[in-house]
């Protein structure tokens, strides 16, 4: 018998802007809500500041969020030819994150 894994629900990261608050776009429908806490990694050559960093998201529409960070002085996001950037949920402020796992067994 194999043991059950969790894969957290990953959205890839098509662009963040330099503004703020900076706003992530999403490739699809990301399914966070207001209140979710996600966690972005960003391939090294792209905004390193903001990989494997936390943050509350304001949702905007289904595929952008803003996110409570300056990022005006950051040097443009750029896509990585090899790796995606991404973004997961990693929590929440009460019972209103959907779609943010996906259980396996």
Do not use: C, W
Request: glycine content about 4%; aromatic content about 8%.
């Amino acid at each position: 018998m194999t043991a059950p894994t969790f894969t957290p629900y990953s959205s890839v990261i098509i662009n963040i802007t330099n503004a703020n608050p900076a706003v992530v776009t999403t490739l699809g429908n990301n399914g966070f809500l207001d209140g979710s806490y996600v966690t972005l990694f960003i391939p090294y050559n792209s905004m390193p500041l903001l990989n494997q960093q936390t943050f509350l998201a304001t949702i905007i529409n289904p595929t952008r969020f803003s996110i409570p960070i300056d990022t005006t002085n950051m040097d443009a996001f750029v896509l990585h030819p090899l790796q995606d950037a991404q973004v997961i949920p990693a929590g929440e402020i009460a019972a209103t994150l959907k779609n943010a796992v996906r259980n396996q067994s």
